[in-house]
């Protein structure tokens, strides 16, 4: 059976800055509260969010831009 060549696209930099957006909001909106002394804040339907869960969320979207963004760019030199 022939391999597949699963390559990771590249990303726009329109994907790029969303992701890279909600990251950084997701970490905002759990580091609000933390800085007014709450461990957690409300969400749409009023159901409790804990703080630092919401900041490990936006960290991972940042995290997962930055893997991508690499690959992308691995990816962009091997076809030249």
């Avoid at 461990?39 to 804990?50: K, S």
């Avoid at 919401?54 to 030249?80: C, D, Q, T």
Wanted: proline share 5%.
């Amino acid at each position: 059976m022939e391999k597949r060549d699963l390559q990771p696209m590249e990303w726009r930099s329109i994907q790029r800055f969303g992701c890279t957006l909600m990251g950084l909001l997701f970490i905002a909106m759990g580091t609000v509260p933390l800085l007014t002394g709450k461990t957690h804040y409300e969400n749409y339907w009023g159901g409790p969010v804990f703080s630092p869960f919401a900041i490990f969320a936006g960290l991972l979207f940042l995290v997962g831009v930055f893997a991508h963004w690499r690959k992308g760019i691995n990816v962009s030199r091997e076809k030249k």
